[in-house]
């Protein structure tokens, strides 16, 4: 078990995640035509070509996912009960074809839970970086975690 129980989460704790994860143009169409989502930003080469940033750009949900899973290994894997929600979801910079995804992770805060002692809340902050040390996301997860010898 790679992750880490409630208790061995401090608030204040900095997990810095590798590898990094270089993003392919395979990678943003699947995604986005897996997820239903026919935004031509991603799909349509020809009219992201004309729009704004002159090229496809990589689903944020996507930018959302990678970073989320990089920080799997090091913090929930195996002691996590389940996600609670997201929050504060932001992407700063648009990610495109060939970049690759760095992330970091803090703990920001952590409680018991009042209704299942057996339990924990733990609220991280997931950034990630391009290649260029440029934030490309930010949010906040609360995830229910495991406890030391609780059910």
Known sequence: MAGKLFEELA??????????????????????????????????????????????????????GVAVGLSVGETTLGTTVGNLGFEKVEFPKPVFHGDTIYAETEVVEKRESKSRPEWGIVTFEHRAKNQHGELIMRCRRAAMMRRKGKA
């Open 11 to 64: 608030v204040g704790q900095v997990f810095q995640h590798q590898p990094g994860r270089t993003v392919t143009e395979a990678d943003n169409v699947l995604f986005s035509c897996l997820t239903m989502n026919p935004q031509p930003l991603h799909v349509d080469f020809h009219a992201a070509a004309k729009a704004e940033f002159g090229k496809p750009l990589v689903n944020s949900l996507f930018t959302l």
